[in-house]
């Protein structure tokens, strides 16, 4: 008897420790679990009241912050957009997501030591150290990764938006100069190949993308300005072409003084002449350098319309994109956009605008996201601009709703346009008439009429783009 009452003793203890170890071990994973929910509610309940009412107040002030941002996101946008391009709100939120990181995982670890992990089973304690070690690893981790986006914005804003005068927008818009430059081994200098105007509607975000022949002669300048004291009678000389403006005024950069790119002046006086748009804003990108933004989003995809050249012009043939739909990786869409070894510069153009309309309307928020640190590096090396940080949530505001709508596009070519004698009466017209039709509004009459008879004749550029 005694045995079997032994016998019994000792299996109810057993039983009882098993039961007491399944208790420790319950209570230790649901502290991390309190801490993961409400961080700091395990030390209110078994640790340091003080430390855990701190911890409290701050997760609620977080939360409150976080669905003040939603309302502030659904209600007022810009505020959002501003809170994200301002530098100073910028930093510190770096600071604060750090700090909140290395503070929610000593509070994990925390949590972990009134756990007793030394009272449980050795089975239980690797268990308990997984679990938080994987609780650390996916909160802290998330709140540092978020801090490196936040980082990554700011440098690639502290490098590419200098502080840099602040416009207002004229009649109601904006007009942006993009610039395609060239900076080929074979060429000296950076020359803008690639030249348009984005006219930007400020309250609906409606944009008329004008495009204009880098081979345009006879360019005018404003009254005044040092390039219409130097050429009275327009841009008239041997091989000077709208694109070669930028190249002029670097070579000669004595002539304005006190003006950091001169080039870009010089171009920027002249589409102000030619389209009669005042120029707030530019943006000048290396065309080289693209490839490596094209990269860096994964590619973009463009219905292209004929199989074209990669090479020629100065060099062999060397391949070619090939015509249908297909997703272009960098070193395709370069060729796509500059390639005119079997086409002239106005269907470059087209194509040109294609892939600016690809990526207005494909850059998705999340591929942006996962690419950060590409992009920003991609953008750092190509990219420059007198855009002010300051307007940078203006433009992003414009730039998400321009996604949801059409652009228009004018290209000023022949027959429309004789780049070798342009009527720039016409271009004055054709560009009031395309920014009234787009923001809904009658057009000038005759002189309308006069425009889009001869656009209806020609102008294939626009065609092309509006294909692809």
Not at 165 to 192: F, H
Not at 254 to 268: H, S
Not at 349 to 376: D, F, G, W, Y
Request: include cysteine; charged fraction near 20%.
């Amino acid at each position: 008897m005694s045995v079997v009452g032994s016998s019994l003793s000792s299996g109810a203890n057993r039983f009882l420790s098993a039961s007491s170890a399944r208790i420790r071990c319950r209570r230790s994973l649901s502290l991390l679990l309190m801490t993961l929910v409400v961080p700091g509610s395990a030390q209110l309940v078994a640790g340091n009241k003080a430390v855990g009412r701190v911890a409290v107040r701050v997760w609620v002030g977080v939360l409150g912050f976080a669905l003040l941002l939603a309302l502030l996101a659904v209600t007022h946008r810009s505020a959002i957009l501003t809170l994200v391009t301002d530098p100073a709100l910028l930093l510190g939120m770096q600071v604060s997501l750090i700090l909140l990181a290395l503070a929610w995982m000593a509070l994990f670890c925390d949590a972990w030591r009134l756990g007793d992990p030394r009272a449980l089973r050795r089975g239980q304690r690797l268990a308990m150290v997984g679990v938080n070690g994987a609780l650390c690893i996916v909160t802290g981790g998330a709140l540092l990764f978020s801090a490196h986006l936040v980082s990554v914005q700011r440098d690639f804003i502290a490098a590419v938006f200098s502080g840099g005068e602040v416009y207002d927008p004229t009649a109601g818009r904006y007009n942006v100069l993009l610039l395609g430059g060239d900076s080929g081994s074979q060429r000296s200098g950076m020359r803008p190949d690639s030249i348009s105007v984005a006219s930007i509607d400020e309250d609906t975000g409606k944009t008329v993308l004008f495009g204009l022949p880098r081979n345009m002669e006879n360019v005018p300048f404003p009254d005044g300005s040092v390039m219409a004291e130097q050429f009275p009678d327009g841009f008239a000389c041997r091989g000077c072409f709208l694109n070669g403006v930028y190249t002029w005024a670097t070579d000669h950069a004595e002539l304005f003084p006190g003006v950091k790119n001169p080039g870009e002046v010089a171009t920027e006086q002249a589409v102000e002449a030619i389209t009669g748009l005042p120029i707030h804003y530019y943006a000048m990108v290396n065309l080289k350098g693209f490839r490596d933004l094209v990269d860096a989003v994964g590619g973009i995809t463009i219905d292209v319309p004929e199989e074209i050249p990669i090479g020629g012009i100065g060099g062999a043939v060397t391949g070619a994109v090939p015509a249908g739909v297909h997703k272009l990786d960098g070193y395709q869409t370069l060729w796509f956009a500059r390639s005119r070894v079997a086409d002239d510069d106005y269907s470059r153009m087209a194509r040109q605008k294609c892939v600016m309309s690809a990526m207005l309307q494909q850059l998705k928020p999340r591929t942006v996201l996962t690419h950060v640190q590409e992009i920003a590096d991609a953008s750092k090396a190509l990219l420059s601009t007198n855009l002010p940080a300051s307007e940078l949530d203006t433009f992003i505001g414009l730039a998400l709703k321009a996604r949801s709508q059409p652009v228009g596009t004018v290209s000023f070519v022949p027959p429309t346009i004789a780049t070798y004698d342009p009527d720039y009466e016409l271009i004055h017209t054709m560009v009031v008439d395309a920014i009234a039709k787009s923001e809904g509004e009658p057009t000038d009459g005759r002189k309308a009429a006069k425009a889009n008879r001869r656009a209806k004749a020609a102008n294939r550029t626009d065609d092309l783009a509006a294909a692809c």
